[in-house]
């Protein structure tokens, strides 16, 4: 019984782990993207952290997904999730050189 | 994975997470409390290397003189302009720290703009152009200006038929431009090009950086101090090495924007919230020569503009999380003066072309 339970336990831990949607992690450092272009599924989340020791803001003007999530300083960081699939480009509205572009695929 | 890092699951994802981003979060703190160590505020060391522009990015193409030279005469030409009496150095005064000393730009028939005219000084290290950043580059900031009906006005079609009967101009852009016709492109790539060769890299501050003790006196240097310290004027956050700015854009809280019509300058070109209000960030080498300062010439002097900082911006509607006030004492006030002082050479006479 106690083994029983023990896998039954396990199970749910494991379970939301193949089922959930992906976390990626995009830093903001030195005024860049730390990548160009991410690949992503409908319902990822994407986490923008700010390393820079200035403020960053993350915003898309795109017809995929249009949001604004204002500025954050160094040690934060905003997130999305993407609910549909597109191509979302993403710009940081202090720092124009910033952009990069997230493919969402079904 | 692109990102570096990803994970699944909902439950565990925040230890995880937070076990996985660790090193990450204490690099971070350790690169922030480094960032202040790390700067040895003595001439000459590698810690400020980072504040010495690189060679001046003139392109590399085979006639590159050529086309400078060429962009000289058109750069003082007024008969660019449609009324023949305005040219680039109308408002892009050499005297004048390459602007005009005026609160804002009076265009043709004496038309008073809304906004300062921003110094060439160091416009080839510029990523981005104009006050609200509408250019990506200085080939089509050349065209915009000398196409806007209250500035130069310029009518192109009648101007690329005198260029083409000028018999110097013909000759001049055979020699700049092998094999291309006279027409807007090449026009603005010989302008481009000159103002691309109007560089201040031999201040005091920059042959102190080199190593030259005696370029800045102590109350200078103690003003640098003051400059890229955060809790002191965090001015470093927006004018960043090596030519004192972010490229970006800020609202710094001007009176003007109170206005009952504010001009919001990069939020016409990205409509986001922080973007309202909020103007490039100018670099500072030259600046002892263009006062007026800010987007709408209401600093007369770096006083000003130093008083402006300190209290944290005048309104504070939309501000950009920069701002703060400032906790300076009056004597590290002036030795920020002091300091942006030391990023102006002396000014030496400039030679006007004779046009052709």
Redesign the interface.
């Known amino acids: 019984m106690k083994v029983y339970k023990l896998a039954c336990f396990s199970i749910a831990?494991i379970y939301?782990?193949?089922l959930?949607?992906?976390?990626?992690?995009?830093?903001q450092k030195n005024?860049e993207f730390?990548?160009n272009?991410?690949?992503v599924k409908v319902g990822d989340e994407?986490r923008f952290?700010n390393?820079d020791?200035?403020?960053h803001?993350i915003?898309s003007?795109s017809d995929t997904m249009f949001f604004?999530l204002?500025?954050y300083?160094?040690?934060e960081f905003r997130s999305i999730k993407v609910k549909q699939p597109g191509v979302i480009e993403v710009?940081c509205?202090?720092?124009?050189?910033m952009n990069m572009k997230i493919i969402v695929e079904e | 994975?692109?990102?570096?890092?990803?994970?699944?699951?909902?439950?565990?994802?925040p230890f995880l997470?937070t076990l996985l981003?660790l090193p990450?979060?204490i690099s971070?703190?350790y690169?922030?409390e480094d960032?202040d160590s790390i700067t040895y505020f003595e001439p000459g060391h590698p810690s400020l290397q980072q504040w010495l522009l690189p060679v001046p990015p003139i392109t590399t193409a085979a006639n590159a003189v050529e086309q400078l030279q060429l962009g000289k005469l058109l750069f003082f030409d007024p008969r660019l302009s449609a009324n023949g009496n305005f040219a680039c150095s109308t408002c892009h005064n050499p005297s004048l720290g390459w602007s005009d000393g005026l609160k804002t730009a009076i265009g043709q028939q004496g038309i008073s703009l809304n906004r300062a005219t921003p110094s060439l000084i160091n416009v080839a290290y510029n990523?981005?152009f104009m006050w609200d950043?509408r250019q990506s580059n200085l080939e089509s900031q050349v065209l915009g200006v000398m196409g806007a009906e209250h500035e130069m006005n310029a009518d192109y079609e009648k101007l690329l038929i005198f260029l083409s009967q000028n018999s110097t101009y013909r000759r001049l852009f055979a020699k700049a431009f092998p094999g291309k016709h006279i027409n807007k492109e090449t026009l603005a790539a010989a302008i481009a090009q000159f103002e691309r060769t109007i560089i201040s890299k031999n201040t005091p501050f920059d042959r102190w950086i080199a190593g030259e003790s005696a370029a800045m006196s102590a109350d200078q240097v103690a003003g640098f101090q003051v400059f890229i310290n955060?809790t002191k004027g965090n001015c470093a956050?927006?004018h960043h090495p090596p030519n004192f700015t972010?490229?970006?854009?800020?609202n710094i809280g001007l009176k003007s924007f109170a206005s009952s019509n504010p001009d919001l300058g990069?939020y016409n070109i990205?409509?986001?919230?922080?973007?309202k209000g909020?103007f490039k960030t100018p670099p500072l080498r030259g600046i002892g020569l263009t006062a007026p300062y800010f987007h709408d010439g209401s600093a007369a002097t770096l006083t000003d503009v130093i008083d402006h900082y300190t209290q944290g911006g005048e309104v504070t509607t939309n501000i950009?999380?920069?701002m703060k006030k400032l906790s300076l004492s009056k004597i590290e006030k002036k030795q920020l003066k002091l300091f942006l002082e030391a990023l102006t050479t002396t000014t030496d006479s400039y030679p006007v072309p004779i046009l052709p």
């Open positions: 831990l939301p782990l193949l959930t949607a992906d976390v990626h992690i995009v830093d005024k730390s990548t272009e991410l690949r994407i952290t390393q020791p200035f403020f803001n915003f003007l604004d204002g500025s300083p160094q040690g710009e509205a202090i720092h124009p050189s | 994975m692109a990102s570096g890092i990803y994970l699944k699951g909902l439950f565990l994802q997470l981003l990450e979060l971070v703190l690169a922030s960032s990523k981005i950043g955060k956050s927006c972010d490229d970006g854009f800020h990069r990205k409509p986001i919230k922080i973007s909020a950009d999380p920069e």
